[in-house]
Every structure is written in C-alpha cells, then in structure tokens.
C-alpha cells in the first residue's frame, strides 16, 4: 500500500534558525511529490513539485529537494510568516498526503 | 480565473440531515478531487473525477457519501444522515492532465461542516 509519513510531527524554531523536514514515501510509480503550505483553517497552498531524485526547487527560504525514497524541506533562516503546516503528498493520479508537519518560527 | 471555489465556507447541521457541498474547479482544469480533513491529519482522500468519469472512490468512505460532477465543470459532494464524526473541513482540488498545463492541484478554501 502506497504510504507517506511526514516528521517531526511538530518544528519550533526560532527565527533564524534553519531545519529540515522530512517526507518518505513508499509508492510503486512516482509520478510526482508535491509540497503545500497550509495556514489554519485554509485550504493547502501548492509550493512545489519534484520529479526525479536529484532533483531541487527553491522558493524564497524554502528549498525542496527529493531521493528515491524521500523528500526534505529546507527551510533558511526562517521567519514568524513561514508558521505553517507543511504537508507532502505523492500523485498517483489522485494525490496521497501524508499527515504533515506544524512549523512554529518564534520571533 | 479565482481559483478552486467552495460554498459554503462554513455549514452547521443536526445529526440526521443531509448536506450538499459544492466545488467550482478552476476552468482549464478537467481533474476534480475531494478529501476530507480532520484537526492534526493530513488531507485523506474521498474520491476524484477526470471530466464527468468518477475514476476512484476511497473505501473509507460510507455509502452515505455521494459525489457527482454531472457536466465536467463543477462537483457536488452530499452526505446524508450526517453522523457527528462527519465533522470536518471538506477539501476540493482540481488539476489538469494536459501536457502544456502544470499538473499539479490547486485547492479550495474548503467547507467547514460541524454535526450537531
């Protein structure tokens, strides 16, 4: 059964201080591995999406970066704004999510 | 374009009654998903359309759950005799599978349903 687990389930930083999260997936056909933001009580905001494994995408403080079997979210010198829940998830023609990881940046 | 668009934002009903969401995709895009999320989990999966064709179906979900995309364009998504654990944000998203088109999904705001 196609599975993606996010970790830590919960980040706090403080601002400034970069950390990585974690997406490991297990999918017999990769046909792409999205990244979105979500603020609370909105819909996921789309922020990547990563093909192949060695592939990298940046946005701002964030970059995005993928193996064969995982994924991280690099996030620089972080700011109070980047407070979020990242979420992971794999297509395989619907899109499979994994549980997510609620960032808090302190000022 | 605006977006994926859901109405209502925010629904409140008695246990037992029945409740219809509805989803407008963005209009290029053929693919329609819903999913259904709860406080502290990820988006879990209900059911997609590509066009009018209803392609998978999650076997979590009940027989009192029902969704229609009639024409292609917009989806409703009906549950009826609504339980309390039905409470949650009912998530939509919508893609496209054309080559020169991005392929991947932009979601709605969502609809907030309490069970009462």
């Known amino acids: 059964e196609d599975q993606v687990t996010q970790s830590p389930e919960a980040l706090r930083l403080q601002e400034g201080e970069s950390s990585s999260l974690n997406c490991s997936y297990t999918?017999?056909?990769?046909?792409?591995l999205f990244w979105y933001r979500q603020d609370p009580g909105k819909g996921p905001e789309f922020l990547f999406t990563?093909?192949?494994a060695g592939e990298e995408k940046e946005k701002e403080r964030l970059k995005a970066t993928l193996t064969k079997k995982e994924s991280f979210l690099h996030i620089t010198a972080p700011k109070p704004e980047d407070s979020a829940t990242y979420l992971c998830?794999?297509?395989?023609?619907?899109?499979?999510f994994g549980q997510g990881t609620t960032l808090q940046v302190k000022p | 374009d605006t977006g994926v668009s859901q109405d209502p934002r925010h629904k409140i009903t008695k246990r037992g009654q029945n409740v219809t969401f509805r989803c407008d995709p963005i209009?290029?895009?053929?693919?329609l998903y819903w999913y259904r999320q709860t406080l502290g989990q990820g988006p879990e999966f209900l059911t997609y359309?590509?066009?009018?064709?209803?392609?998978?179906k999650s076997r979590l979900l009940s027989d009192r759950f029902s969704a229609e995309r009639p024409k292609g364009s917009f989806s409703t998504l009906e549950i009826q005799r609504t339980e309390q654990g039905d409470s949650a944000m009912y998530l939509c998203?919508?893609?496209?599978?054309?080559?020169?088109?991005?392929?991947?999904?932009?979601f709605g705001q969502g609809t907030r349903l309490t069970v009462v």
């Open positions: 998203a919508s893609s496209s599978t054309r080559r020169d088109i991005n392929p991947e999904a932009f």
């Open positions: 999918v017999s056909g990769l046909r792409g």
């Open positions: 990563l093909y192949s």
């Open positions: 998830a794999v297509h395989e023609g619907k899109l499979i």
């Open positions: 209009s290029e895009h053929n693919r």
């Open positions: 359309f590509q066009n009018e064709a209803q392609l998978e």
